[in-house]
């Protein structure tokens, strides 16, 4: 069983900074792609970005320039450097991990309860 668990939300001004974190816990093998989502009130979940194992980024448009996602393999952990935040990037953001089995690498694709990220104008 895998267990994400993200932490680090908060209230911040316009053009502000913000630290989220994510640690997965279970028994696996490795986690491979790792993402960061986000759902503002009345609309869609929608991927922030994502880091694959060997460190590859991909961000949406509206972040690129402004947020960066870093892991670390060792603790099984993932980070969203949130920089310049405007006011729209007001939502709950979640983490999903993608951990693969120890008997046959299965992928266990999991999420976490998301953390709320509200940025005042």
């Known amino acids: 069983q895998v267990h994400v668990e993200e932490s680090g939300g908060g209230l911040v001004q316009a053009g502000g900074s913000l630290r989220l974190s994510c640690a997965v816990f279970?028994?696996?093998?490795?986690?491979?792609?790792m993402a960061w989502y986000r759902q503002a009130r009345g609309k869609q979940r929608e991927l922030v970005g994502k880091?694959?194992?060997?460190?590859?980024?991909t961000y949406v448009d509206s972040v690129k320039d402004r947020f960066t996602i870093s892991r670390d393999n060792a603790k099984n952990r993932v980070y969203l450097q949130m920089s310049g935040l405007k006011v729209e990037d007001t939502a709950v953001y979640y983490c999903?991990?993608?951990?693969?089995?120890?008997?046959?690498?299965?992928?266990?694709?999991?999420w976490g309860q998301g953390t709320q990220v509200t940025v005042a104008a």
């Open positions: 999903n991990a993608v951990a693969l089995a120890w008997r046959d690498w299965a992928p266990l694709d999991s």
């Open positions: 279970g028994t696996f093998r490795t986690v491979a792609d």
């Open positions: 880091i694959t194992l060997d460190g590859s980024t």
